[in-house]
């Protein structure tokens, strides 16, 4: 009895193997057989109930048909909008940076060196002194010698700053690669001997074109929602009682003394190309002799655009226009104040004299404001 149900399941077994060895012939033979059966196009196949299958060569058609097919548009974005991103990003620049790349930097922007000094092109945005809330460039000078020495292990090499820069302005600064360079440049800077000459963009042309401002600046706090502090001028002269003439006042005692020549470069639609230099070392004196001496403010300075309080710049309607900018994203655009060229007597039994290359921004404001630079003869 076992034995004979045995020998059925055996049969069974049998019997379903041939059957799916018949199957799998004929499905071969149908593939490989370019008969009526196989040239059904996919649409009849659906229609007798069978799921079209996507070959190779309908997937690579699928996927060129998808490369051919343009993207979404974007939406437009103004000449207006690309220069207010463009000064946000500039404004960012070399912020906050790790100090190994500040220091790579400021070895590129090298403008010459001998033994006792080093000139080099300061970036907008980045403090000469430390600064607890950014990377500033006194405190990468460590890696800076030792980048310029070759990055020897055991390098006896320095770098002392002698004649800095503010945050916000770019150009020449110096310094002295011992300690002896840099008492004799630090007694010639107190003696008026260092010659450094800066070049502005002012909103407003001065008049007279050239000429000395002689007027002392102070510190003084200005109340209101924002309290602070700025400098401000604190004249020797007023007009007397009858008006038709001066009076001499007695000096403030907290005054500083503050002398600044100018002369007019280039002057077009309302804006100027001024070159300074100053004759005295007061805190912000350039910022002040221009805005509130002559009227002219420096552009980007939005500090002493006003008297009475913090706001951004107030631009006419013209020059926004050529800077491409609205009033409402003025805040962005940079201080237009560069140390063009600084001259330096009698280091190294040599005179030095390093003229600056203008920063991309400021060159960018001059074509858009239509200023021209002065030739080479009367950059001198």
């Avoid at 990377?135 to 700053?161: E, R, Y």
């Avoid at 002689?214 to 700025?230: A, L, W």
């Avoid at 409402?328 to 655009?333: D, E, G, N, P, V």
């Amino acid at each position: 009895m076992n034995s004979c149900r045995r020998i059925a399941r055996t049969g069974d077994w049998s019997s379903g193997v041939n059957t799916l060895l018949t199957r799998f012939r004929s499905r071969t033979n149908c593939r490989r057989d370019p008969g009526p059966a196989s040239s059904l196009s996919r649409g009849q196949a659906t229609a007798a109930g069978e799921k079209p299958r996507l070959t190779a060569a309908d997937l690579a058609r699928k996927v060129q048909q998808e490369r051919r097919t343009p993207p979404a548009a974007e939406a437009p974005v103004s000449a207006q909008q690309k220069r207010v991103e463009e000064l946000k990003r500039f404004s960012l620049q070399l912020q906050n940076v790790h100090p190994n790349v500040l220091a790579k930097h400021l070895l590129r922007s090298v403008l010459y060196q001998d033994k006792d000094v080093v000139v080099i092109n300061k970036p907008h945005g980045v403090p000469f002194r430390d600064d607890s809330r950014a990377t500033s460039i006194s405190s990468v000078l460590p890696v800076l010698s030792k980048m310029m020495d070759g990055m020897k292990v055991k390098s006896d090499s320095q770098l002392i700053p002698c004649l800095g820069l503010e945050k916000e302005t770019t150009g020449v600064i110096l310094l002295a690669t011992n300690e002896e360079a840099a008492a004799h440049i630090l007694n010639l800077h107190r003696n008026n001997q260092v010659t450094r000459k800066y070049w502005v963009i002012t909103v407003g042309v001065p008049v007279p074109s050239e000429g000395v401002i002689d007027i002392p600046i102070i510190e003084r706090g200005v109340p209101g929602p924002r309290p602070h502090y700025k400098m401000a001028l604190s004249p020797l002269f007023r007009m007397n009682d009858a008006g038709d003439g001066v009076t001499k006042v007695r000096a403030h005692r907290q005054a500083h003394p503050a002398v600044t020549r100018y002369r007019v470069l280039d002057s077009s639609g309302g804006c100027s190309l001024v070159e300074l230099q100053p004759l005295t070392g007061a805190k912000h004196q350039m910022r002040v002799h221009m805005a509130l001496a002559v009227a002219c403010p420096i552009l980007g300075d939005h500090k002493y655009s006003h008297l009475d309080k913090l706001a951004p710049q107030k631009l006419p309607e013209r020059v926004l226009g050529k800077l491409g900018l609205e009033q409402s994203k003025i805040r962005h655009l940079p201080l237009h104040l560069h140390a063009r060229q600084l001259t330096l007597p009698q280091v190294s039994q040599a005179d030095v004299d390093v003229s600056c290359p203008l920063p991309k921004y400021f060159t960018q404001t001059l074509k858009r404001l239509h200023l021209s630079l002065p030739d080479k003869k009367e950059d001198q």
